[in-house]
């Protein structure tokens, strides 16, 4: 089942003053069905970010559309776009983006806060996701108190306690130990084999080898889209930095 259809998106920058236009994407499409595990890679510049930002509704397209489970999330009244967001996709960014005044849980507990979540349905959801996660010892403490992979688990479970349609992850190993990359990833896999669907932007060639498929932008376009398949994760890295390096020197654009 397709869960996410983006359709011929355009985005097209103008200067301050109109002097000039940036084009940062150019007729992007491509959908990611339920329970995927999609991994997005590009240059510096490439337009994934744009791209990033359009999926969680917090850029718009100059032109083009975007479903969410065939509801177009570009069609949003501006008012309903807030709780569109916190109730369909969870969001998990390099920086990690915790409160360092809340606690681990009410980190992770405040989108529940936000939507008016009965506070019994709260515990009930926090419970079990923070034991999967490995952070039920930290729940009282506070970010500045744990370590960067707690924080970054801590993330991921601010973003799943409201049971997204979506994961949006950002760069999720950017600001991770090599230890606590590979358990992040390890754990992403997990989350996916769930069924979580997840689309992740990323410069990491060890992180994009953990998804089940990875889609490269060159110039604000998809040019090329690798499978996982039956692959190992050493097999998916060549297939991977083979594919980079052929961006890098000018490759031909694959169908």
Not at 4 to 12: A, F, Y
Not at 36 to 62: C, F, H, Q, W
Not at 206 to 234: M, N, P, T, W
Request: glycine share 8%.
């Amino acid at each position: 089942m397709l869960l996410l259809e983006v359709k011929n998106v355009k985005k097209v920058y103008t200067t301050r003053f109109g002097g000039s236009q940036v084009q940062a994407l150019t007729n992007v499409s491509f959908g990611v069905e339920k329970g995927e595990y999609v991994a997005i890679m590009g240059e510096s510049g490439s337009g994934k970010t744009t791209l990033l930002n359009i999926l969680a509704t917090l850029d718009r397209p100059t032109a083009g559309e975007v479903l969410l489970n065939g509801t177009s999330i570009l069609g949003l009244p501006h008012r309903e776009i807030a709780a569109f967001r916190r109730d369909n996709l969870g969001f998990v960014f390099q920086d990690f983006n915790l409160l360092d005044t809340f606690s681990i849980q009410d980190n992770i507990l405040l989108p529940l806060v936000l939507a008016n979540t009965p506070y019994y349905e709260m515990e009930n959801r926090l419970r079990p996701l923070a034991r999967q996660l490995g952070i039920e010892p930290i729940l009282a403490k506070y970010p500045y108190e744990v370590s960067g992979g707690e924080k970054q688990r801590t993330a991921i479970a601010r973003a799943l306690i409201t049971r997204p349609q979506l994961v949006l992850a950002d760069e999720p190993t950017g600001a991770l130990d090599s230890r606590a990359t590979d358990s992040l990833l390890r754990l992403f896999r997990e989350i996916n084999d769930q069924g979580q669907t997840i689309l992740m932007v990323t410069h990491s060639t060890k992180a994009a080898c953990f998804a089940k498929r990875v889609l490269f932008i060159k110039d604000g376009e998809i040019f090329h889209q690798l499978y996982k398949g039956s692959l190992s994760e050493e097999e998916m890295y060549q297939k991977i930095s083979d594919t980079l390096t052929m961006i890098a020197t000018g490759g031909v654009r694959r169908g």
